[in-house]
């Protein structure tokens, strides 16, 4: 009990001093992080990174020695040859070209179309403005395998099947472009601007080349990005309507790869290595952008 | 925020009420014409350009996205097969009896939920800590950031396809690690509880560091003069997590719960992938088969289409059971709050 008595002296002491904020004052943001935290990051980058360097390990490696304990740690000396042999057994060469195509083709209208009505519903004013911004919303959780079954009928009846623009046309929207650039506009682009270039008597579409288009580059490059790896890693609707040997696209290849009846493991992640690593050389480069987009998109609802 | 453009000035070539301008009638017949055309230009444009811009969105939006979804529900009305994906009988609600009759759909149906639950759960619950990590200030913080975001680089396919040999039952690199802290090597594809658990493991390493990214970013844009004068008032630091950062974090919690769960009930690839028999049933006794590989099943591989629209409708009014389920929810803890 004689514990919990605090001795008088130094009460008058303590409040002598200027009162300091507790240490716990400046956590979020403002504490350095102590040696646990840089424990529990390094652990975690490791976890994220291993089977992504083991892919590289497994694929420098022959399928014998994959099938023995333990599990190779290190890089073999069969990487180029599998990864040749992967190439030219999942056609990934017009793969590659395909996916390219698809991919770009998306990000770029989709670009275009999120960034013109992004623009028309962060800083334009028209009837029925919020209700059609609750169905942009609204249409990001409605998952698209449900329309999966009709889209597939479509595209039998125009005789699509095999075909790239099967991939391509379902793939030219997307609300989250939309409520992207709509959150980057609103505080990018400053209403007087827009009101000067209407001063100047620049039309809609001028002020949406000339003005919105400028502004919004850093933002649109991002949202490039995004749905460009999207399309790129996009597996489910590609699967259904192109075959491997058809017009596959780098995903359908690789999955193509892992159901063969007699696998090649060694072969099979020449095959996944090949179809992930232009996307993680994007990240390599432009990573620090990716990752403030993703930010920045998901800040402010 | 909105500009009112109608309210604007008009165009330099009207000119407006400049001084030292001639009068209006002193302008010729013509010109005043001219300008009137313009004019009526003007208004057109200010008020017709905002439709004309998210219009292209609604068509495709529309073409792409609503239709299909509508006429998967007349679709699953119908006996529809793959071979002749035009020919259309009318059964009224007879794949909606089939498919509820059949014991692979409740089957598939509980391994959705348990594959969610257990890949949804922890997922956000370590993107929660690893941003609140983030958050602190670090050495290199843009390092862990990518390092973390390079998982969400790769695709479904690849990550599948490495995953099923780190879970290899015989030379796996997992079992062996279990191995050599003296656990017994485990059937990561043939059994039910390990195959969930692998099949899960694909989608949080996956997943993990994207919604940690999107944490942290909320948690960045909560102001530090409430952490302040939480510390002012007492609270440690955990008393401030739970106090100030959590719920702050309310609303950006419920997009990730409502965006993780509609991933979950679409679970299609990685069961597809980690399949060693190669085939839509989900492992040899469905044990990993999910609604989304069992839609496919029924569509592609039994070729009926009108079935597997039915399956599709059934997931799609879960979904919106479970949308309104979090509706009511966050209403309430807005309303408690």
Partial sequence: MTTTVTPPETTPAKAAKR????????????????????????????????????????????NQRLAQTPPPFWFGSNLFNNLEIAWKDANLGEAFFNTTLVAGISA??????????????????????NALMLIVI???????????IPLYMMVAKLDWTDQLQAVIFPSLVSAFGVFFMRQYLIQALPDEIIEA??????SSWRVVWHVVFPTARPAMAVLGMLMFVQTWN???????????????????????????????????????????????????????????????????? | MATRHDTAAPP??????APGRPPADAVPEQERRRRARLSRRWQRDVRWSPYAFVSPFFLLFVAFGLFPLVYTGWASLHQVELTAPTDMNWVGLRNYTRIFDDDFFWNAAKNTLTIGII?????????????????????????????????????IAAASLVFVLLFGRDYGMINWALDFVGVDPVDWQGD???????????????????????????MQAIPQDLYESAALDGANRWQQFFHVTLPSLRPTILFTVVVSTIGASQVFGEPLLFDANKGASGGAEHQFQTLGLYLYEQGWVNQHLGRASAIAWTMFLILIVIGIVNYVISRRLRASS
Avoid at chain 1, 24 to 43: D, F, K, M, T
Avoid at chain 1, 197 to 202: C, I, K, Q, S, T
Avoid at chain 1, 251 to 262: C, I
Avoid at chain 2, 121 to 130: K, N, R, S, T
Wanted: proline residues 6%.
């Fill in chain 2, 192 to 218: 039910k509880w390990p195959s969930q658990i692998a099949v899960s493991s694909i989608i949080i390493w996956r997943w993990t560091g994207y919604n940690a990214l999107i944490y942290l970013a909320a």
């Fill in chain 1, 108 to 129: 770029l209208t989709i670009v275009c179309l999120s960034t013109i009505a992004g623009f028309a519903f962060a800083k334009l004013r028209f009837k029925g403005r």
């Fill in chain 1, 19 to 62: 009162p300091r904020l507790p240490k716990s004052a400046r956590a979020g943001g403002q504490l350095h992080g102590g040696p646990i935290a840089y424990a529990i990051l390094i652990l975690f980058t490791i976890v994220s990174l291993f089977p992504l360097v083991w892919t590289a390990i497994a694929a420098s490696r022959d």
């Fill in chain 2, 12 to 17: 330099a070539k009207e000119g407006g009420a």
């Fill in chain 2, 119 to 155: 890949s949804t759960v922890p997922q956000l619950l370590m993107a929660m800590g690893i941003a609140h990590i983030l958050n602190y200030k670090l050495r290199a913080s843009t390092f862990y950031r990518v390092a973390m975001l390079a998982p969400y680089a790769t695709s």
């Fill in chain 1, 234 to 301: 996009d597996f489910l609707w590609p699967f259904l309507v192109l075959t491997q040997t058809g017009n596959p696209t780098v995903q359908v290849a690789v999955a193509g790869l892992g159901r063969g009846y007699t696998p090649d493991q060694s072969l099979i992640m020449a095959g996944a290595l090949l179809g992930t690593l232009p996307l993680l050389l994007v990240f390599a480069i432009f990573g620090k952008q990716i990752v403030g987009g993703i930010m920045q998109g998901a800040v402010k609802g």
């Fill in chain 1, 138 to 148: 609204g249409t990001m959780m409605v998952p698209p395998q449900l329309s999966v």
């Fill in chain 1, 197 to 202: 270039a209407r001063v100047d008597g620049a």
